[in-house]
Every structure is written in structure tokens, then in C-alpha cells.
């Protein structure tokens, strides 16, 4: 997908075409930690490279693998919109290589973030971020897991946040990469497993936030009322401001039906092919690097 440094909302057809870091208490691993730095894990990927996220925060991502896009900013945006105080328990479903989960974390600061990633060389890339992060209050993790096994009734949260693939694994040719492939077409279940955990394990006034091509909505809304959650809110993403319609959505569910549900429409970039002001905005409240 097309780097969130170039602000670029994709087309359909553009994305068709427990491992631990063992590094916690090694000295040489404090002393890479006092030079601001962690020690490459085991396995590491040699395209992978290290990028300014938001603040003084970075991420790592491969050149020649799944990259941080609009959708998750759009997504860790919403999230953060919406939600002015800081949650106790914040949750990443499908956290990948801990885009969301770091930009939500950095902006709200909860007590306690968890990502929860089924791929293994991006939890190892997602941690190795965290290792390197700034001193910061709370605590981030990631988890090595399949959040579709994993019980939520004793770990409630807060807030939740999820950015599904959004292809079927027989809607088009299939990419030779397993980290791209697995973050654009649902080889572990599509947009109705991620509410489906994400039911299980929010809270009674948490709120989920979960991006989806707006075409394709109806899946959402369908996942949601079977298990019992009802759209608070909606936040509608068109790549131009003269393409007819939004592309992407950010859907607000929660367990309480709202009175009146939020609504936001934004576009990318305008007519002639610049980034809008809305979009500069958003970025400026969220905090992203810059372009």
C-alpha cells in the first residue's frame, strides 16, 4: 500500500496489483538502549528501515512489504477525535507493525496499550519500535496471537482500534509476500471476526473504530448488530474532492445506541490533486511527522 508519507488514498486495484526479542536484560542491549538504539533481533529483515511516525516516535516498515497508509492514519485519527481522554486500556486488533498503536498511544497515553498481531515478523518490528521508543508513561505491548483464539472476557478495554484486510483471498492475485499478503486479503477471517473480538473485549462504554472501504459497509453493519453493537459515529474519506462519494470509512461502534451519531466527510486532496486543508488539519491534530 502507498506510504502515509504521501497522503494518498489507494484504489481497489492498486493493492491487489509467542516470538519474543530476546534482548530485555543483555548488557549489550543496555548499552545499545543509552545510544538511543536496540540490538536487531533474530531473523530481522534486511529491507526493513526506520521511519518518523509522529513526534519523536518511529516506526520500523520493509520497502518491499506491508507499509504504514492513510487508513491507518485516518483510523488512529478518528480514534483520538473522538476520544479527548486518555483510556486505562487501549486495544490494537491486528496491530501489524504497530502504526496505530503508536500513534493512539502517543496522543492519548493510556496506561496500557496492547497490539495483538498474528504475523511474526511484525510483532518482531512492532517491538524493537517499542524498545526504541523515548521514556514515555504507560505500558505498550505486543502480542504474537491470533486475536480469533484469544478469550477477552477477563481483559476488557477501553477504547479499540482495527484496520481489517479488505479483500477476499479469491478477489484477485494473491502478492508472493506473506506480510502483504496477509494485511490485504483476510487469510485469518475478514471485517466480521475484528468485531467479533473487538465485541468481546470492550468495555460497557468503550467505543471500537475500525476502517473499511465504504462500498463495502454493509458488512460492518451486519457484524455489529449480531453481536449487539450499534454505529455511534462515521468519519467518510474520498480520494479527491471530486470523486463522487467516500472510499474509505472509519465506523464508530459501541454498545450504546447514540442519540445522534457523529458524521465527518473529508477529502484527501482536492480537485486539483493537492493535499486539502481538511487533511492538513487532521494531521496537524493527530501529529504525524511531516511530509
Known amino acids: 500500500m502507498i506510504s502515509v508519507n504521501r497522503l494518498c488514498v489507494i484504489e481497489v486495484f492498486d493493492a491487489l496489483n ?20 536496540s540490538p536487531k533481533p533474530v531473523d530481522w529483515p534486511e529491507d526493513a ?9 518511529h516506526i520500523f516498515q520493509r520497502s518491499g512489504g506491508h507499509r504504514t497508509s492513510t487508513d491507518d492514519l485516518i483510523t488512529a485519527w478518528y480514534a483520538v477525535h473522538r476520544n479527548p481522554v486518555a ?39 512492532a517491538r524493537r519500535a517499542i ?21 477477552f472476557r477477563g481483559e476488557q478495554y477501553d477504547l479499540i482500534t482495527a484496520s481489517p484486510p479488505y479483500f477476499p483471498l479469491d478477489a484477485g492475485v494473491l502478492p508472493d509476500d506473506a506480510q502483504r499478503r496477509a494485511c490485504r486479503f483476510e487469510e485469518r477471517g475478514g471485517v ?16 471500537l473504530y475500525i476502517v473499511y472501504q465504504t462500498r463495502w459497509g454493509e458488512r460492518v453493519a451486519t457484524a455489529a448488530a449480531e453481536h449487539g453493537l450499534h454505529l455511534s459515529g462515521r468519519a467518510d474519506f474520498s480520494t479527491r474532492a471530486d470523486k463522487p462519494g467516500p472510499f474509505l470509512t472509519v465506523y464508530e461502534l459501541s454498545r450504546q445506541a447514540a442519540e445522534v451519531s457523529h458524521h465527518v466527510r473529508c477529502s484527501v486532496r482536492d480537485a486539483d490533486g493537492c493535499i486539502s486543508l481538511d487533511h492538513q488539519r487532521i494531521r496537524r491534530e493527530l501529529g504525524v511527522a511531516d511530509t
Open 49 to 57: 528501515g526506520r521511519d518518523r511516525l509522529i513526534g519523536d516516535w
Open 192 to 207: 466480521e471476526a475484528y468485531v467479533e473480538a473487538a465485541a468481546g473485549a470492550l468495555s460497557d462504554r468503550a467505543r
Open 87 to 125: 483510556p486505562a486500556r487501549y486495544l490494537d486488533l491486528g496491530c501489524g507493525v504497530g502504526s496505530v498503536l503508536l500513534m493512539v498511544s502517543h496522543k492519548l497515553e493510556p496506561k496500557v496499550a496492547v497490539g495483538i498481531e498474528a504475523q511474526a515478523q511484525s510483532v518482531v518490528m
Open 131 to 151: 524498545a526504541e521508543l523515548p521514556e514515555h508513561d504507560g505500558q505498550i505491548n505486543v502480542r504474537l496471537a491470533d486475536f480469533r483464539e484469544i478469550d
Open 18 to 37: 509467542d516470538l519474543e526479542l530476546t534482548i530485555g536484560d543483555h548488557p549489550v542491549a543496555s548499552w545499545m538502549r543509552s545510544l538511543g538504539r
